[in-house]
């Protein structure tokens, strides 16, 4: 399994203007490079700080950030993670393009699959693209998705706010699933590069240092 940030955190200084505005910090103002080099900001980072973790509305504004995700996970995995659905999109690539454009190997599931289910997945790969029959075309695509163990790697990009990645975090951190740990320690270590890395490290996770 692997994760990497695509684009993000977005819209961090939007966010906190608007806490700004909820404090008249930035009534007179505007979300501009003034705005960041005013003690206003300054103040509202400390500010965003108490409220990232307070549930009951006040870290609503961390609805306004969001990360964009290029994630590469097993299904068991993904059965799980679409249970998030509020605050989540996701784009999958075409299973039917994927499993049937090459010949499967070990790389294609986590950890690797037995050798009998590769040979049995390559074989009915190969009923497909010997038939021109649209019948027998689709039956052999239902009987690969049939066949195909959960171990299979599936790429999608996600597009989620923080507010939602810290309730994925808090409900999952200490979930027995191996790649939990994994999706939310390569979301910390791209996030180092980030110039609101201090910022959106703590919005996330609070602080939880063994992560990085």
Not at 140 to 160: I, N, W
Request: aromatic share 12%.
């Amino acid at each position: 399994m692997k994760t990497s940030i695509i684009s993000g955190p977005t819209f961090v200084d939007d966010a906190l203007f608007g806490i700004g505005l909820s404090y008249g910090l930035t009534s007179d103002m505007d979300c501009d490079a003034a705005f960041r080099k005013s003690p206003a900001y300054k103040q509202l980072v400390d500010v965003s700080k108490k409220l990232a973790h307070m549930q009951g509305g006040h870290n609503k504004f961390l609805e306004t950030i969001t990360l964009t995700l290029d994630v590469k996970a097993p299904r068991y995995w993904w059965q799980e993670f679409d249970t998030y659905r509020v605050g989540v999109t996701k784009q999958s690539e075409s299973t039917i393009h994927t499993i049937m454009a090459r010949e499967l190997t070990d790389d294609d599931f986590e950890g690797g699959t037995f050798a009998h289910f590769l040979a049995e997945l390559n074989a009915i790969r190969e009923d497909y693209i010997a038939t021109e029959d649209d019948e027998e075309k689709q039956a052999a695509f239902d009987d690969m998705k049939s066949a195909l163990p959960e171990g299979y790697l599936q790429r999608r990009v996600v597009c989620l706010n923080l507010k939602t990645l810290q309730n994925i975090y808090r409900q999952r951190k200490n979930h027995k699933l191996p790649q939990w740990h994994m999706f939310f320690k390569d979301i910390a270590n791209d996030l180092q590069e980030s110039p609101y890395a201090e910022l959106a490290l703590w919005y996330i996770f609070a602080g939880d240092c063994e992560l990085i």
